[in-house]
């Protein structure tokens, strides 16, 4: 009922939607988390992702089963990939299933607000002139 | 007692891995401590939190040594 990985390759969108098909559900929600090529007016050449990676999983475990709870989700899967990332590429999945539509959008909206919170999974911005780590210093 | 430190933390301390010395009963407080005089730029990050055994650890949590510690500076996946 519940998938969670994180990968060191490219994240595969149509195996989370896949995972969470099911006769019960009337409504699948997915979110697709993408490198954007433009923070703050700068060009981002690339994403250094890197993870404390049980303790990851362990939190996206507990963010699903709490999301599975809160929101009555049939089918839960995420999937966020760690590694260098370029503009386009895809960094995290979250597809969920539930009876009504409503609930689906509240589910995945929650779980990657909470991913972005507790998941040890950390950014670096690399420019074309330096480098920074996301949301690291006021 | 080794210390896992990950992202900016990492960086700042300059190894994935340190060892460090602590006294007996020492907390995550008094780690925290310890290492903001060892190393006086992670105190300019947003947040440093420790994970004792892979769960997020409260101020006052005594620190074994067979404990594995992780320093987390500010998340930023997604």
Known sequence: MIDIQLLHTPLQTESCIAHVEDAEAGGIAVFIGTVRRKTQQKTVVRLEFEGYEPMAIAEMRKIAAKTVEKYGVIRFSMHHRVGILYPSEVAVVIAVSTAHRAASFEACRYAIDTLKETVPIWKKEVFEDGSVWVAAHP | ?78
Do not use: W
Not at chain 2, 5 to 17: L, V, W
């Open chain 2, 1 to 78: 007692m080794k210390i896992l430190a990950f992202g900016i933390a990492r960086e700042i301390i300059g190894s994935a891995m340190i060892e460090i010395q602590l006294a007996e009963n020492a907390t995550v407080t008094d780690l925290k401590f310890l290492l903001m005089n060892q190393y006086p730029r992670l105190n300019q990050l947003n947040s440093l939190l420790i994970a004792v055994n892979m769960e997020y650890a409260q101020p006052h949590q005594i620190l074994q040594d067979c404990d594995e510690i992780a320093l987390i500076p500010p998340v930023s996946g997604g």
